[in-house]
Structures are given as C-alpha cells and as structure tokens.
C-alpha cells in the first residue's frame, strides 16, 4: 500500500531545508526502529511509512571508497555507514583516499553556493 500525499515539502526539499539551516537530520521509523537514508516517504523493506525526522549522529565509518583521476583534479568517491546503520555516497575531505573502516565525521560544506554533507577523518586507520 502506498503511503498518502501529505501537504507541504516532499521529504527531499525537506531534508535540503534542514541542511540550509545547518542540520543534518535523517528519518526513523518508531514502528520499526530503523533508520533511513536517502529521504522518502517509506521505509524500504518494511515499507512502514510513519517515518520521522531526528538529528543524526553524524558519525560513522568509511565502507568503500575510491580516487576519481580528472584532469581538473583529483577527488575520492566513499560510501560512509552512518553509526545509525544507512549507508550513503558522500566525499571525505582533506584527503585523497582512507582505509575502510576508518571513523568519520560529517559536516555541512558549501559546495557551488549550496549546502552538502560532507565527511572529515576523525580517527586515521581501518577496522582491525
């Protein structure tokens, strides 16, 4: 069953409006206990679609990542799961490649005059 329209901002345009206000907030099911990230508007797999917004910790653990070689640059590719249990594809600054496993951090950058959630290293080495 498909979950019913609600007035307003559709959960991209609201999760974009708590990054304008320098937040970085994630949704949560209360039936269901999980979180979810990328927003929408049900949960995959359960499909509970009471899905809430909280403050996310912000931390978690580098999963994969990969250098992308330009001829304007270089820059890393990484998929960070957050200590919250989601995964999502982000970059981590300051450094051209980590080892998986390695603990991050995110913050809120401005990336061509908008808001994006990027991650910085806060403990150098991978998982043991």
């Known amino acids: 069953m498909l979950p019913k329209a609600t007035p ?3 959960p991209e ?3 974009h409006a708590f990054l304008q206000e320098g937040r970085f907030m994630i949704q949560r099911s209360p039936s ?3 979180y979810v990230f990328y927003p929408r508007v ?3 797999g359960s499909g509970a679609a009471d899905l809430e917004w ?3 910790s912000g931390l978690g653990r580098i999963y994969s990542i990969t250098v992308n070689r330009a001829r304007t640059g270089n820059y ?4 960070v799961e957050l200590d919250e249990g989601p995964r999502l ?6 450094v051209e490649t980590a080892p998986i496993g390695t603990r991050v951090k995110a913050r809120i950058a401005d990336l061509g005059g908008e808001p994006a959630l990027v991650f ?3 403990e150098q080495g991978g998982a043991a």
């Open 89 to 94: 594809m982000t970059r981590i600054e300051g």
């Open 54 to 56: 909280v403050a996310a």
């Open 8 to 10: 307003g901002p559709g």
């Open 32 to 34: 269901t206990g999980q």
């Open 13 to 15: 345009a609201q999760y």
């Open 42 to 44: 049900a949960a995959p």
């Open 120 to 122: 910085d290293i806060v």
């Open 76 to 79: 890393n590719i990484a998929l």
